[in-house]
């Protein structure tokens, strides 16, 4: 591996009777293990208040991979990885539970090793962690010599602009910027790093990728789960927290970003950074005019939903981006729960043709080319263009040139975002991770939304079914631009 120093490295994950841990940090760490991926020498050690041993850790993380990995556990496979799996139970507020955890590890590395801790608590224990690891002696790295310690912090990074600007200046007291890395899985969705690819490997798009051939964009991140039993959670939290903050802010980013001249972390998250400063401030009026907020029918009943809550489930924006590429370009926004389905997808909507000369009884907006990032479930990218209908008629129809992931690659060689995320933290690449800059610049596009809907500049909450597309208001905020959602992935209707 990249950046192996050889030395003994240790996988620390907090909150490891958590449900992240089971679901997806060990079965991407055994599925790394699986392809010799992990350096030669290393250890997983889980820690939590519950007071179970190794064994029964073992056991339930077994559990895991044979529901998470495809293939399940191999017998042989696992007894070897299971003989590196400990669990030490610790309170991760009691700075004797870090004294006790650093000896465990000690003892284990004999030696000099290389840390990386996984905090996968929730958001409230991040800095308590950080600042006590910090007290115990537990970051401090001797990279140049030896050893590293390098700290993974799970979403949500704050709740907002001010809480995301002390946690980072708090992490800041006891790690340098290079030792943290923000998780955001969706950079480590194969076919949100495709974005990069297809814009800056190709010649072709890039010349049109502007204001001149572009009509509009729309990032449309469709879940059709409801909140289920994470109300307790979603609750306080809502779309934009939950979704937009982190996920939508950075396909934006993505798709719309200057190329960078190196593909190396701090180039990439320059230009990403750059490109969410751009995003065009919100002014008086602009939240009812250029906002939707939503909630699915039901939602107020759902077990661990207050009374009354003005939670939002779903939530539209139409964005400028105020540079060269961009402006007058709206970037149009959604995502909910309780949809039809779980589709997320972009769609790059080119101008229409100047003058149509053939006669034909289509809609001129839906002879729109188009370029459409299937980003899940059915992964692939989309081209949609015009083409003769054979026959005497000049009749034109739409076609779709299309190419899937399932089509060219095995299903097991599509990695999962987290194995991804752990091998890249592990060598030391944050590209797929979110600089301190680059969280703030999103929470400075969200934060006046969030406070903003909770005063009279709010849209009203408008109610749309469960099951379908989200509500009239999201479609009416494309219609006064005489533009649509469009599907370009999924079949609405089956
Ligand atoms: C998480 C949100 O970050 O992303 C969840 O907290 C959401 O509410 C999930 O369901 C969606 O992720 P994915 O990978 O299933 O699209």
């Not at 820690?47 to 029964?56: C, K, M, Q």
């Not at 001149?212 to 059709?224: C, G, K, L, S």
């Not at 909140?227 to 809502?238: F, I, L, S």
């Not at 970003?257 to 180039?267: D, I, K, L, Q, T």
Request: glycine share 8%.
């Amino acid at each position: 591996m990249r950046n192996d120093n050889g030395l003994f490295t240790t996988v620390v994950i907090f909150g490891a009777s958590g449900d992240l841990t089971r679901r997806k940090l060990v079965p991407g760490l055994y599925s790394l293990y699986r392809k010799g991926a992990l350096p030669a020498d290393f250890a997983v050690v889980g820690t939590s208040r519950s007071g179970i041993g190794h064994e029964a850790f073992r056991e339930e993380m077994r559990g895991g991979v044979d529901e998470f990995v495809v293939g399940g556990s191999d017998d042989a496979v696992w007894a070897r990885f299971a003989a590196k799996l400990y669990y030490v139970a610790g309170d991760a507020t009691e700075a004797d539970s870090y004294q006790g955890l650093n000896a465990f590890l000690q003892e284990l590395e004999g030696g000099e090793a290389n840390r990386l801790y996984y905090l996968s608590t929730a958001p409230r224990f991040f800095d308590t962690i950080v600042l006590q690891l910090g007290g115990a002696g537990m970051v401090q790295e001797k990279v140049e010599e030896s050893w590293w310690r390098r700290v993974v912090i799970e979403k949500p990074f704050g709740r907002d602009l001010a809480s995301a600007q002390a946690l980072n200046q708090s992490v800041h007291t006891v790690l340098a910027e290079h030792q943290i890395y923000r998780i955001d899985h969706y950079l480590a969705k194969e076919t949100v790093q495709n974005i990069l690819a297809f814009r800056f490997a190709n010649t072709m798009f890039e010349p049109i990728w502007n204001r001149n051939y572009v009509d509009h964009v729309q990032i449309t991140v469709a879940e059709a789960v409801d909140v289920g039993h994470r109300a307790g959670y979603y609750d306080q939290a809502g779309v934009l927290r939950d979704m937009f903050q982190n996920h939508l802010m950075q396909l934006l980013a993505l798709v719309a970003m200057e190329p960078p001249a190196f593909f190396e972390a701090e180039a990439v998250r320059d230009e990403k950074v750059k490109t969410m400063r751009a995003v065009r401030a919100w002014g008086e009026g602009d939240l009812a005019r250029r906002t939707v907020r939503a909630q699915y029918e039901g939602y107020r009943v759902a077990e661990g939903v207050a009374e009354g809550s003005e939670t939002p489930t779903y939530a539209a924006l139409e964005l400028y981006i105020d540079n060269w590429r961009w402006q007058g370009v709206p970037f149009y926004l959604r995502s909910g729960k309780g949809l039809q389905k779980k589709a997320t997808e972009i769609i790059v909507q080119f101008k229409r043709p100047p003058h149509m000369m053939f006669a034909h009884e289509v809609e001129p907006a839906l002879r729109s080319n188009y370029l459409a990032f299937c980003i899940q479930p059915h992964e692939g990218v989309h081209q949609r263009f015009e083409m003769k209908v054979p026959g005497p008629d000049f009749e034109i129809r739409s076609v779709d040139m299309d190419f899937h992931y399932d089509e060219l690659f095995a299903k097991e060689s599509v990695p999962e975002a987290y194995e991804t995320l752990l091998l890249n933290a592990l060598e030391g690449d944050a590209t797929l991770f979110t600089r301190s800059d680059g969280i703030e610049a999103a929470w400075r596009v969200i934060d006046p939304i969030i406070q903003g809907w909770e005063t009279a500049a709010a849209p009203p909450l408008g109610q749309y079914v469960l099951g379908s597309w989200g509500p009239h208001e999201a479609d009416e905020l494309l219609g006064k631009g005489g533009r649509f959602w469009r599907h370009g992935c999924v079949d609405e209707e089956d």
